[in-house]
């Protein structure tokens, strides 16, 4: 039985993908071109609804009221704390748990708070 390093494997195939992806304008120039029309469609999508308009009251996706920018701040700082709690539990400690819980709570908070707030 052979033994294999993933760690090895994984970072070949890292390194392939970069190079594929970085290196190699060929693959772009092998796939189609889009077309105007979609680009179009995207470009109308990224601009106010007649709804917004209609209203006078659009969605901000970076908020403007400082109860929004709150709720942002609320968002990431449960999910700092979520990743610190899965990073913690990387490294086996007992604490893990409850610190990835306390951040998905409080991640969760702050999307209910963004969502009264713009």
Request: positive net charge.
């Amino acid at each position: 039985m052979v033994h294999t390093d993933w760690m090895t494997w994984s970072v070949w195939a890292i390194g392939l993908g970069l190079l594929v992806n970085w290196c190699c304008p060929i693959v772009s120039l092998l796939t189609r071109k889009t077309s105007s029309e979609k680009l179009q469609l995207i470009s109308r999508a990224r601009q106010r609804s007649d709804e917004e308009q209609t209203s006078g009251t659009p969605y901000n996706l970076l908020p403007a009221s400082a109860g929004g920018r709150i709720a942002i701040a609320v968002l990431s700082a449960g999910f700092a704390l979520f990743l610190a709690g899965v990073l913690m539990g990387s490294r086996a400690m007992r604490q893990a748990s409850f610190v990835a819980v306390a951040g998905m709570v409080t991640y969760f908070a702050g999307a209910v708070l963004r969502t009264r707030f713009d």
